[in-house]
């Protein structure tokens, strides 16, 4: 058995009807959006997104710092990116993955485990803290390997996360199958240290939270560009500034307000669908009874998980870059990509023949050559960035933002002397190699699914030169 490549005609009908938008961010009770920035303003520090990473980053500040104005700056709606359009997998890893980790930062990895596991456990807290009720669930995920060739893959993985001290065993086919009843698990390993969550929910609650801390936020205020000023550094607006002693920028996968960074992060193009809510007897015949995350462990992959209402978040798969870093709202809604997932989705779980999706949307995602964050001091130090999460940054948005308000307010921290956070990944090259490199890679992951997870000439060379890409 293997994975369909093309849309089938039950793939069709599950997608056909349902909404091209966010299932999240589809709900009465999102808030209604705040006013937008007029006039001049002055902040002690000024933070560009409202995404997770710039909320964080706000509530964070104004948490160890009560007195401190600050300001945050949305040229959407809060959630609106992002933020607003993934599975809500709160994962513990800042590097995406211990794979990963051990590919760029070996020697560090036990570190950035132990300050992964760290995060989670203060995320979880500061939402008790908080009041904000996000529908999180500490289930953990299961890794699943779909196919015979993908088991020692992860019994590898598993021991890599023991090694850590981390509670990760390989379950046996029979083992897996009993936590989740389908013919596409070969065996699986469960994570712990995973929260699911509904995105959107964190995001209102966090910037409910940063208002009731004293932050004033403002969106449909784009943020068009940064100036150098005796006093600080001045943001300009279409209707106003802000004047502001520092600047913290979150703004994801949006073209960057440095220049020299735009190299650093291409928009890609990830698509998900949620169903109608499963019946009882649905729920029944497809066990999951943990309701945990689930990711499969293939060259390219699927997320997965039971949203509060018991609908199946189903997303991932295939990741579509556009020329010339094309990231405009026409690319939301690929009807294609949709009845794939749909069809895939059926594969997963047979039993559901017949469901229908009620929502079906796209987002980018700002993705680095090294697949997790890194950070940038510009304007003397004043102004600190943090992009790159590469579809993982859940939680990792947590741990970004500390280290951001660490970078920009001069502190020298455990986090600041991480060779992570001062090294940058490998740019990509510009135009017209970006895109044939992007695409060469896309064409070479599926001709990997199809080879059993050989990589091939293309991905190998890449893995050599640090650009070790997975979907």
Known sequence: MSWAGEPTPRGVAMVAQARPTSYWLDRAERPRPRPRLAGEV?????????????????????????????????????????????????????????????????????????????????????????????????????DIANFDWQVDELREYSSEGRRLGLDMHLLSEDEARARVSSPMVAAAVHDPDVIMLDPAKL???????????????????????????????????????????????????????IRRLRLY????????????????????????????????????????????????????????????????????????EFAVLGEHLLQMFPQLEGIRADHAWGGVIDTCSRFCAFWDRSHGGRVVSVVGFTGLGVGASYFGAQTALDLVDGRDTERTRLQMVRSKPIPFPPEPLRWFGITMTRRELARSERRYGRRGLWLSTLDRIGLGFDS
């Open 265 to 336: 992060t291409v928009p890609v193009w990830d698509y998900a669908i949620v169903t109608e809510p499963l019946t009882a007897a649905q729920r029944s015949a497809i066990g999951w009874d943990g309701r945990e995350g689930l990711a499969d462990s293939g060259p390219r992959f699927h997320y997965f998980r039971l949203t509060a209402d018991d609908r199946i978040l189903f997303g991932g798969w295939d990741a579509l870059y556009h020329y010339g870093s094309g990231a405009g709202t026409e690319h939301e809604s690929e009807p294609r």
């Open 42 to 142: 002055a902040a002690d520090l000024l933070v560009v997104g409202g995404g997770f990473t710039g909320l964080w980053t706000a509530v964070q500040a104004a948490e160890a710092d009560p007195e401190r104005r600050v300001v945050l700056a949305e040229r959407d709606r809060i959630a609106e990116h992002a933020s607003g359009r993934n599975g809500g997998f709160c994962a513990a890893s800042i590097t995406h993955g211990l794979s990963n980790g051990l590919d760029r930062f070996a020697d560090e990895l036990p570190d950035l485990v132990r300050m992964g596991r760290e995060t989670l456990d203060a995320i979880e807290a500061t939402l008790e803290r908080l009041g904000i009720d996000a529908d999180a669930e500490r289930t953990g995920e299961l």
């Open 203 to 257: 995001a209102w609650g966090l910037a409910a939270a940063a208002e009731r801390l004293g932050v004033t936020i403002h969106e449909h205020t784009e943020i068009t560009g940064l100036r150098d000023d005796v006093h600080g550094v001045r943001a300009m607006t279409g209707y106003g500034s802000v004047l502001a002693r520092r600047v913290v920028l979150a703004t994801s996968a949006s073209p960057s307000l």
